[in-house]
């Protein structure tokens, strides 16, 4: 892959992209976007660049996780992604949900014995309560990074696969603008 990088100035980063593709990738990043600048100056260079990639090669937005992030990725037309994010906050007990984002060592979660996600088909979801994984938590014990993690990976997944189908129904941007309203509401 080449790494279109120039920081946030729109100049830099277009004379990046056009000597990258000059040379020919396979595929093209966006890197330096996850280095601490304000989500509006994020959006102005993503918004800027992604437009200028080549459309007919993989399309990569290095280090930028958060769900709002991807999903405004994809509205973009990125492809790919990473970060660590998903199991970074999973080993320290944040979960993302439907429902908004838990962290699960909170004391309200204790004595609680619904699932985390009662929308949620992953194998945390369907085995475990919160208050078992709280207790995990709170105790430090690797069962439950493991199985935050598997459930933060699942929701990934998930959110991956709504955001392909609803590019494949042609409605990406009404269930895009839903998703994004869902978490808004619940956060």
Known sequence: FGI????MHENLRDESLMRLVDLGFDGYAIGGLSV???????SRILGHVAPKMPSDQPRYLMGMG????IIEAVGAGI?????VLPTRNARNGWLFTRGGDVKIRNARYRDDTAPLDERCACYTCRHFTRAYLHHLQKANEILGARLNTLHN???Y???MRELRAAIEQGCFSMSSRALLEERRRLL
């Open 36 to 42: 601490g600048e304000p989500k509006e100056e994020r």
């Open 153 to 155: 990976l699942h929701y």
């Open 157 to 159: 997944q998930q959110l």
């Open 4 to 7: 279109v990088q120039g920081g």
């Open 66 to 69: 958060t769900p709002e992030d």
């Open 79 to 83: 492809d790919m992604f990473d970060c």
